[in-house]
């Protein structure tokens, strides 16, 4: 295989068996998403070597489809970061540009994709970590409803965010895997029994589509915003009717995302002691320095230093002056959406507020690479469904439009994506 773009940290392929809908396609998947018998490392050293003994749920769904797993593809470490600069074995590298980043945290999927190298591509999306490499790739990428899809065998970071989706070249392929994951599974708790059959048709006329203004405030490139704005024309002309609304609680989004999913992190990380996961303590060395020095060996930097926020914040003190009122927030944001979606059918507007950076630019300072997640992580508050289609270019390189649906409303949203993408 031809890896030019790191994308793939393992490439040890598994042929289709089955007949169904999926045979004789190959599909990679993200290292965060269990493999029985091939490496998962979520792009860390600390699970350099974990061979699981089983499949994740979406997994066995592909093979009884009769896909073939190409390989496990690069990531931001345990799905924590924007650009697939924070994985332990090196950055994804962008195929429009290789001195530019993929996105994150599913980059290596996206690239992947992007690359030829595959025609689908499983990731997981947390606070964006499938529409920011989709919109940065120029690809189409869907974060189902929470629920919507089972998170068994996604090795977990902040669970109550996360969910696996598809990412794919275009509309129709997106949509044929999301038929074959969606659907109830008994071993996660939190799904649901929506399957979905796969039947995708052009169609936004008579829709109303809303325009939170707080998607094209501050921060926001100029140029991708007019690109955004022309997507909106077209979609105007296919017969949709556009109007502005607002989100005001958008300005508590990403620290309430942040304080949370740090928080989640503290607690699902720390299994990660070389006891139970991970490469094994040296047992003359009391019970916390071994503890100590695997997790200081084994984690890379940005891992570290959210796990070390969630653990302040959840510590005596600090607990009700900032995970209680993210989850107060939580509860603002999603109203806001619930709200806008009650007389829109959709929400529109750029899935990143810039094109993709060079690579280095965002990971020298933290906070940049967290503010690059604004427009993304509403969606995962509110645990809806979104979807990143590719709209023209700006700076010469690819940019998103994102469309937002209704809870467990991705039919009439791959629809809409579909009729924008058979139009331009």
């Known amino acids: ?14 042929p289709g068996t089955g007949s169904g809908i999926l045979a004789g396609i190959r599909v990679s998947i993200k290292d965060n998403i269990s493999t029985k018998d091939i490496e998962t490392t979520c792009a860390s050293k600390i699970l350099k070597g974990y061979i699981p003994p089983y499949d994740a749920h979406a997994v066995t769904l592909l093979k009884n489809a ?3 797993i190409a390989g496990k593809t690069n990531m931001d470490e345990f799905g924590m970061g924007s650009t697939t600069e924070n994985s332990a074995f090196g950055p994804a590298l962008n195929p429009h540009d290789t001195t530019r980043v ?4 599913s980059g290596g999927s996206a ?3 992007a690359g030829g190298l595959v025609s689908m591509a499983l990731g997981s999306d947390t606070g964006g970590s499938i529409r920011c490499p989709a919109a940065w790739c120029g690809i189409v990428g869907l974060k189902p409803s929470y629920g919507r899809v089972s998170r068994f065998g996604l090795i977990a970071y902040a669970n109550s965010f996360e969910q696996i989706g598809p990412l794919a070249a275009n509309v ?4 044929k895997l999301f038929s074959v994951i969606a659907g109830h599974d008994k071993k996660d708790s939190t799904s649901v029994s929506k399957p979905y059959d796969g039947k995708v048709i052009p169609d936004i006329r008579g829709k109303t589509i809303g325009i939170p203004r707080e998607y094209f405030g501050e921060g926001v490139d100029r140029d991708v915003a007019a690109k955004v704005r022309e997507a909106i024309t077209k979609l105007e002309e296919l017969g949709a009717a556009a109007v502005e609304v607002s989100l005001p609680s958008m300005k508590y989004a990403l620290p309430a995302y942040y304080v949370t999913c740090t928080c989640e992190a503290s607690s699902n990380l720390d299994r990660f002691d070389g006891v139970r996961y991970g490469p094994e303590p040296e047992m003359n060395l009391p019970w916390h320095d071994a503890y100590t020095k695997v997790r200081e060996a084994g984690f890379g930097q940005e891992v570290k230093r959210r796990i070390l926020l969630g653990t302040f914040a959840l510590s005596a003190g600090y607990y009700g002056k900032y995970y209680v009122k993210a989850q107060h927030a939580r509860q603002l944001i999603a109203k806001d959406f619930a709200s806008a979606l009650k007389t829109c059918d959709f929400l529109a507007g750029p899935t990143m507020p810039n094109v993709a950076p060079k690579i280095g ?3 020298s300072d933290p906070l940049l690479m967290y503010q690059a997640d604004i427009l993304t ?4 508050i509110a645990g809806i469904p979104a979807i990143s289609v590719p709209c023209g270019t700006a700076h010469g390189m690819p940019v998103g439009l994102q469309l937002m649906g209704r809870m467990f409303g991705e039919e009439s949203l791959l629809n809409a994506a579909l009729a924008f993408e058979e139009a331009v």
């Open 66 to 68: 009769g896909a073939s």
């Open 361 to 363: 630019e965002l990971t």
């Open 1 to 14: 295989m031809n890896d030019k773009y790191n994308a793939y940290l393992n490439t040890t392929e598994i």
């Open 111 to 113: 690239a992947a994709v």
């Open 102 to 105: 993929t996105g994150g945290s």
């Open 172 to 175: 129709r392929d997106v949509a």
């Open 377 to 380: 992580v509403p969606v995962n």
